[in-house]
């Protein structure tokens, strides 16, 4: 079974950028698609990013799109998400996922991803 495990948050100040990782063992990551969601505290989860399984396409919230970026290196297993120009509300704890069935299909509802990793916090300070 694919598990996934984040890494690479922290606390930085407005402005800053961090890079996190998504790493993954047990299964055939290089065919699922992967999705970064985010959970800030009294919020719903919201979908941030996604890649697809040969990293060719992309998509981005609108909340983050010119500021993040992702990317994927299937021979490392592993996902990354670039965070460049953070701001406040970027404060969540964040999780990668992997998505079952299409890239296309229903890609920003997180029922569609079945693995999901642990989660790492991003503090954003003002």
């Known amino acids: 079974q694919l598990q996934l495990v984040e890494s690479g948050g922290g606390l930085v100040q407005a402005g800053d950028s961090l890079r996190l990782a998504c790493a993954a063992s047990?299964?055939?990551?290089?065919?699922?698609?992967i999705g970064w969601f985010r959970q800030a505290p009294g919020k719903e989860r919201e979908f941030v990013a996604a890649?697809?399984?040969?990293?060719?396409?992309?998509d981005f919230a609108d909340s983050v799109k010119g500021r993040f970026t992702i990317s994927r290196d299937n021979a490392k297993n592993t996902v990354y998400l670039q965070m460049n120009g953070l701001e406040p509300d970027d404060t969540a704890v964040y999780y990668c996922?992997?998505?079952?069935?299409?890239?296309?299909?229903?890609?920003?509802?997180?029922?569609?991803?079945?693995?999901w990793g642990q989660g790492t916090q991003v503090t954003v300070s003002s």
């Open positions: 996922a992997a998505k079952s069935g299409s890239y296309y299909n229903n890609l920003r509802s997180g029922r569609q991803y079945p693995y």
């Open positions: 047990g299964g055939a990551f290089g065919m699922y698609p």
């Open positions: 890649i697809n399984f040969d990293g060719v396409n992309t």
